[in-house]
T-cell receptor, first 112, second 110 residues
């Protein structure tokens, strides 16, 4: 059974800092990995999707990497801003239409 | 482009009552899902569907039922509400492995 773990559970940083969120998964036979953002009381917004054949994806100040063989992904946020404060969730899928298995999330607070 | 739409946004139920959480998507996606999220936890899959007329159980299906008569709609039914079903419910659809989520339904059972 696939299990996804995110470390740390919570993170508080000053504005402007670069930071890394970690995600690990137990079964390396994944189809893709997604990073989501969730604001309080809201739904999930997809940030980055990495296919199993890819090593990384970038969108603006966000960069996600994938090391499938070691079962790890990182989300790098450059020059953090207070607007980045949210919960970040990673999820893996095993086929193109299969369910996502989620980690419990990292709650990020960026202080002005 | 509406994406995935869930109704209602909030609901309070008494123990033993029934209700249907509505979910509709306008992206013509075959795959649809229902998840629940408990405080401080990740999302757990309740039911999913790979197309109209086909549904299957996820990790936590007990106490729920679904139907998928059209590609667009995937309602979730609670027959006898219990306090353990207090949660936030998310509907999602996917295409080529990319998932799109609704805004959620916050359900409280008292």
């Amino acid at each position: 059974k696939q299990e996804v773990t995110q470390i740390p559970a919570a993170l508080s940083v000053p504005e402007g800092e670069n930071l890394v969120l970690n995600c690990s998964f137990t079964d390396s036979a994944i189809y893709n990995l997604q990073w989501f953002r969730q604001d309080p009381g809201k739904g999930l917004t997809s940030l980055l999707l990495i296919q199993s054949s890819q090593r990384e994806q970038t969108s603006g100040r966000l960069n996600a990497s994938l090391d499938k063989s070691s079962g790890r992904s990182t989300l790098y946020i450059a020059a953090s801003q207070p607007g980045d404060s949210a919960t970040y969730l990673c999820a893996v899928s095993e086929t193109s239409g299969s369910r996502l298995t989620f980690g419990e999330g990292t709650q990020l607070t960026v202080n002005p | 482009n509406a994406g995935v739409t869930q109704t209602p946004k909030f609901r309070i139920l008494k123990i033993g009552q029934s209700m249907t959480l509505q979910c509709t998507q306008d992206m013509n996606h075959n795959y649809m899902y229902w998840y629940r999220q408990d405080p401080g936890m990740g999302l757990k899959l309740i039911y999913y569907s790979v197309g109209a007329g086909i549904t299957d159980k996820g990790e936590v299906p007990n106490g729920y039922n679904v139907s998928r008569s059209t590609t667009e709609d995937f309602p979730l039914r609670l027959e006898l509400a219990a306090p353990s079903q207090t949660s936030v419910y998310f509907c999602a659809s996917s295409y080529s492995g990319r998932a799109f989520f609704g805004q959620g339904t916050r359900l409280t059972v008292v």
